[in-house]
């Protein structure tokens, strides 16, 4: 029941932003987490950025200080501003949602296709 979709994704210059968004569907009155990860060809899956329900929030080393992360949960959805964006940037972006509330009946990871970002020199 829950779909989860990304958007926002493109093609920059080195030091340019982008800012992307993820929408989340389905989890009703449940409360939800939101983390966006990446993946590069020939390496795995990393951690980019999350942020709770509570709107704590937290960043991978690589991205503190230039990414942020934040949300509207009215209208359940996500985003990660990216600024000074470098080549190694350049990935395909996941956002996954989860819920913590054990009465939610939307358990378990729901993840969304991706979307492209490519950061050229």
């Known amino acids: 029941q829950v779909q989860v979709v990304e958007s926002g994704g493109g093609s920059v210059q080195a030091g340019g932003s982008l800012r992307l968004t993820c929408v989340a569907s389905?989890?009703?009155?449940?409360?939800?987490?939101v983390a966006w990860y990446r993946q590069s060809p020939g390496k795995e899956r990393e951690f980019v950025s999350s942020?709770?329900?509570?709107?704590?929030?937290a960043y991978a080393e690589s991205v503190k200080g230039r990414f942020a992360i934040s949300r509207d949960k009215e209208k359940n959805m996500a985003f990660l501003q990216m600024n000074s964006l470098q080549p190694e940037d350049t990935a395909i972006y996941y956002c996954?949602?989860?819920?913590?509330?054990?009465?939610?009946?939307?358990?378990?990871?729901?993840w969304g296709q991706g979307t492209q970002v490519t950061v050229s020199s």
């Open positions: 942020i709770g329900d509570n709107y704590f929030d």
């Open positions: 389905g989890y009703g009155a449940c409360p939800f987490d």
């Open positions: 996954k949602t989860w819920t913590e509330a054990s009465w939610c009946p939307r358990q378990g990871d729901f």
